[in-house]
């Protein structure tokens, strides 16, 4: 037997009640330090009623054809607008080693962060910074449901912060982002 619930949405995160959801899409990566590459991304923000909003995003490498391959990326974490101002803290923590917060500001549909603070464990890759964009798409004319894009800026490896990853997403229908299931 599952059990369901459903939670009311906490007053301070009203500023990014437009992010709820599951999103999905594909995106393009590349760097210095490796090839070009594209890939499939699920971004789920939801929330269980309390101050923050719980982040989930994977990623699998996409071959030529289009389709999911190997698992690429896995995080985690927690959006927190502290006294339901415009000022957001997202915190993120990866399998392979690293926490990031990340420090920013939230306008109307679009969230913009630069890192506070990286630590990483001996045996993670050097990255050092990050900037983050999170924003709808404009409006269309016919009323479509409005995409998700985003950029990653990363500074890792010797090399200066610089755009790594971005994507532009599509909200899945019917995720409203206030259901919790055990």
Sequence with gaps: MEIEFEYELHPDLKELEWLLGTWEGD???????IEKFRFAQQL???????PYLIHESRTWLLDEEFKRG????????FWRVPGGGREVELLLS???GIQEIYLGEVTFNQVQLATDAVVRTATAKEVTGGK?????FPATEDGAERDLG?????AAEGQELQVHLSAQLKRVP??????YRP
Excluded: C
Aim: aromatic share 8%; net charge neutral.
């Design 27 to 33: 995106g393009i990566g590349d760097y210095p330090t």
């Design 44 to 50: 789920t923000l939801r929330h269980v009623g309390k």
């Design 70 to 77: 190997r698992v690429l990326a896995v995080e985690t974490g």
């Design 94 to 96: 990866h399998p392979t």
């Design 132 to 136: 983050r964009l999170y924003g709808l």
């Design 150 to 154: 985003w950029v990653h800026e990363m």
């Design 174 to 179: 019917g995720v409203t982002g206030s259901e």
